[in-house]
């Protein structure tokens, strides 16, 4: 099928809630995929922070194999050895030391939020069922992470939403000290809202919230589904401001591709939840884990957050450069691989623009530019997009 038959059979047989882009992609290599038609793209989106380790990686691609033929499935009934062994790189190499896992961001985000409810209720605080969230946050698409979402946009049409959320502006110390009481059960965020426009959370900020919970026995829920695993320059975001939340959520990166996510927790919260409390079908199954396990391991041999860090420092100095030319560019944000180039308009024509240039960009929140490249991008591909980028800057300006 070429992009014109699977465009059309789409608009037939699938549920039309996806804003999508004209393509349909076929295949996939290292930072390029390749559409029905044949058109070559460097792919600065990775799926939307999916493909950390690039398209059709050999060694990810070998460990699903492998695990197909072997088990795909065998249900949480049983004990699952690629599961526990991905639980055990997770939590040897963070602050955590339980983990459970889910299918997605969302389920992820889910789950943590049981959790929370659920450690209030086992230290004999059941009222406190209040969960802070900050503005402009994404937690994903079910009820109650969408309830969790400060977005207004998002939640209309599906009320009543969950009970339970207070929002307060992000980085805003006063106002989220002012929120607290004795209802709260636990505070959530991204360490770099990512949906929201590429904001990163002010260390100092992340510090004293930490202080707060510890004084308080609130739960810290950080959602890494986006920041997680190497995106930031760090393995997980959270160390950039030396203190941890109690638990983490993980999900994109996590399977190179293959549908994963997982809460992650310490001993003092995760000891709330009892046999029943929670569960999933298919989470932590050998085919998804056997992923996760491969790439963990490329991620930790070959450093993939220091070259994320490294590229990513790279390419902020060539769009500070980009920023001197074009005046319709206002802030340059982000950390490691997820950068934001905040514009003065809405950045559809220059999402467009890269596009027919072959390149795949993100636009977010409107007027936000987000670079989300494979953290294995070489520099000849940063080069590569920042000609592309400066090309289509130039036409959507004229
Ligand atoms: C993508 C994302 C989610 C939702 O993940 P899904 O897999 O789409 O459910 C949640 N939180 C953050 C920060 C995300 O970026």
């Not at 000891?271 to 491969?294: E, I, Q, R, Y």
């Not at 074009?326 to 467009?352: F, M, S, T």
Request: proline fraction near 5%; charged fraction near 20%; include cysteine.
């Amino acid at each position: 099928m070429n992009n014109a038959e699977i465009i059309a059979k789409g608009q037939k047989y699938c549920l039309n809630v996806f804003n999508r882009l004209p393509i349909a992609m076929v295949r996939g290599e290292g930072s390029y995929v390749f559409d029905a038609d044949g058109n070559k793209y460097l792919d600065f989106v990775s799926g939307i922070a999916v493909n950390a380790l690039g398209h059709a990686h050999p060694y990810v691609a070998a460990a699903l194999a492998e695990q197909a033929a072997q088990l795909i499935h065998s249900s949480n009934l049983y004990w699952i050895e690629p599961q526990v062994r991905l639980a055990e790189v997770l939590v040897e190499n963070s602050a955590f030391d339980k983990v459970f896992f889910g299918n997605s961001g969302a389920e992820a985000n889910e789950g943590a939020l049981k959790l929370a409810r659920k450690y209030a209720v086992y230290k004999g605080r059941p009222e406190r069922q209040q969960v802070i969230t900050m503005q402009s946050s994404f937690h994903g698409r079910t009820l109650a992470t969408l309830t969790a979402t400060g977005q207004a946009k998002m939640h209309q049409g599906f009320e009543p939403l969950a009970a339970g959320f207070t929002y307060v502006p992000f980085n805003d110390w006063e106002a989220l000290q002012a929120a607290v009481n004795e209802q709260t059960c636990a505070i959530m965020l991204e360490p770099v809202q990512g949906e929201g426009g590429v904001f990163p959370a002010d260390p100092e900020y992340l510090r004293q919230i930490r202080r707060l919970c510890d004084e308080r026995d609130v739960v810290l829920i950080y959602d890494e589904v986006q920041t997680g695993l190497g995106r930031t320059g760090k393995l997980f975001a959270y160390q950039h401001a030396g203190v941890a939340p109690d638990i983490m959520t993980l999900a994109k990166a996590l399977g190179g591709g293959a549908p994963i996510g997982a809460f992650l927790s310490t001993d003092k919260v995760a000891a709330a939840f009892k046999p029943g409390d929670h569960g999933s079908t298919f989470g932590g199954n050998p085919l998804v884990c056997a992923a996760g396990l491969a790439v963990m391991k490329i991620m930790l041999e070959q450093d993939i957050p220091g070259r994320a860090a490294m590229l990513g420092e790279y390419l902020r100095g060539k769009l500070t450069e980009l920023q001197a030319k074009y005046p319709c560019i206002k802030e340059i944000r982000g950390q490691g691989l997820l950068l934001g180039v905040q514009l003065d308009r809405p950045g559809a024509d220059v999402v467009q623009a890269c596009l027919r240039r072959g390149v795949l960009l993100n636009c977010t929140a409107g007027t936000v530019l987000r670079l989300i490249p494979p953290l294995n991008v070489s520099h000849a591909e940063a080069d590569e997009f920042m000609a592309v980028l400066d090309a289509a800057l130039q036409e959507v300006l004229q």
